[in-house]
């Protein structure tokens, strides 16, 4: 029966391959491509059909960071699909990233080396912004427009007799202590992709809480280091080759240097065939290539604390009621101003 697959960030790294890997395991798919720049969008279907000719490939115009467009792209989806059977929310961002040098010789020379390789916590910050709808820009798009566009979609989502899944890309970078729950947003903090990712962590735990009673299952990934457009804004590319040798050595002590978007897209993948039921909802799912480049999936325990995980959730919902509130204030407002001109004119 042809599946329905969508995936978010789909025009370029880790998610475009993912693509490209399940189109080359399964003639039966119906992928839809849900990406905010509908140019790259266009380049990506291409690519993908020039290797997979009679493949089923839609585009869907979604910005994640948007509240307005998550709900016009939700709109969208629930006209073209009766039922989504995978939703990977893989679109992501760490803006202004700036590596700590000093905390990373620090680490080169203590005894959490590999640990320090292989999740850079502690090690990197970023400088965040305010968006149009108020809201922290990393929080809002690698979180809180995917946890709006699952409250959206949870008519097709959540079906009696179906299972449906959801996939998280998040990261070994993921922390406990960089998140609060005072902040959930990481307005007065310096990490807010760390945290970020943590608090998708914790909300996929608390989706299988709350919904798997419903038929839905969530999941969360690391890809591991992979060299993608997120990598380049950290360092150039010409470095990234520079150090290519060291990489592949580092490589055999963490195997978590998966290095490119193919083996990033490994833990992606293996979860599209998993029964829901045979996952572990506390776990995260690592994308691993082995010194002589073997591609594997493993799941580590996550740090995470059940009760907070509860709070975290209902201060998620109440900020998706203030969220819809101010919406259908400014449309209201704005159509008593247009009503207003044409009065006037
Ligand atoms: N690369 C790595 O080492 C790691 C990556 N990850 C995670 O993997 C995921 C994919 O990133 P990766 O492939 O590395 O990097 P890329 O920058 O190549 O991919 C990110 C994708 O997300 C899209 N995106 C960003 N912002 C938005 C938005 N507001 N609305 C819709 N789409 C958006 C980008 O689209 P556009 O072209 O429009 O910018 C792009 O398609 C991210 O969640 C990232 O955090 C996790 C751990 C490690
Ligand atoms: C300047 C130095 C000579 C070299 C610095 C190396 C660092 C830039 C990398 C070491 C570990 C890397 C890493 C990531 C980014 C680059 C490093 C900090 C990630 C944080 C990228 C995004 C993720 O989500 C993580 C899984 C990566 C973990 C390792």
Known sequence: MEKVVLV??????????LCERLLT?????????????????EAARSALLSSQTSARIDLLHLDVGSVQSVLSAAKEIK?????????????GIMPNPTVDIGAFFKGLFSRNVVNMFATAQG??????????????????TNLFGH???????????????RTSRVVWTSSSNASRS??????????????????SKYASDMLSLALNGHKNNQGLFSSVICPGLVMTN?????????FWTLIMPIMWIIRIFTNTFTLTPYNGAEALYWLFFQKPESLDPRAKYHSLTSGLGTN??????????????????SKLLELETEVRRKLSKSDADNEAYQRYISHVD
């Not at 978010?8 to 391959?17: D, E, F, K, Y």
């Not at 594997?296 to 959730?313: A, G, R, S």
């Open 296 to 313: 594997y999936t493993k799941p580590q325990q996550m740090d995470i604390d059940d009760e907070l995980c509860e709070v975290f959730y």
């Open 79 to 91: 006209s073209r699909y009766s039922s989504i059977d995978f939703l990977y929310l893989n679109a």
């Open 178 to 195: 960089a998140f609060s729950i005072n902040d959930i947003q990481h307005k007065s903090g310096t990490e807010p992709y760390s945290s």
């Open 123 to 140: 090690l990197l910050t970023q400088q965040d912004r305010l968006n149009s709808d108020g809201l922290q820009e990393v929080f809002a």
């Open 230 to 238: 997120l990598t380049y804004g950290i360092l150039p590319s010409f």
């Open 8 to 17: 978010t960030g789909a025009n370029s790294g880790i998610g475009l391959a």
């Open 25 to 41: 395991a399964n003639n039966q798919l119906r992928l839809c491509l849900a990406c905010r720049n509908m140019q790259r969008a």
């Open 147 to 161: 946890f709006l566009l699952i409250r959206e979609l949870e008519p097709l989502l959540c079906q009696p007799g």
